[in-house]
Nanobody
């Protein structure tokens, strides 16, 4: 069991940036492949990004590729999602997720993930 805690959400202006963090207080993320999902009002959860357990591969959805960057700092036991060039379409609750498998799924879906954080709101006005 691992508890995932997100931080860094908030309000950003169009074209602006935010950095989300995912930590595992009292534990470590070393054993986990870590990703991010997001859910906008009235929409299904969307797999946004993933970084493999050994950071040897990453996944980005088409909607964020080239704008978002996922990295992991095992020494700090934290995974970071740097979000640039934000648009109103990025407004959603963002969830950090974890799984014990070593690799990112080709197309992440919620049922593949064992652990979920509580979510952090990101709002970008039109």
């Amino acid at each position: 069991q691992v508890q995932l805690v997100e931080s860094g959400g908030g309000l950003a202006q169009p074209g602006g940036s935010l950095r989300l963090s995912c930590a595992a207080p009292g534990s470590t993320l070393d054993y986990y492949t870590v990703g991010w999902f997001r859910q906008a009002p009235g929409k299904d959860r969307e797999g946004v990004s993933c970084i493999a357990k050994y950071a040897d591969s990453t996944y980005y959805s088409t909607s964020v590729k080239g704008r978002f960057t996922l990295s992991r700092d095992n020494a700090r036991k934290t995974v970071y999602l740097q979000m640039n060039s934000l648009t109103a379409g990025d407004t959603a609750v963002y969830f950090c997720v974890g799984r014990l498998g070593p690799r990112c799924p080709d197309n992440p879906v919620p049922v593949e993930w064992d652990y979920w954080g509580q979510g952090t709101q990101v709002t970008v006005p039109p």
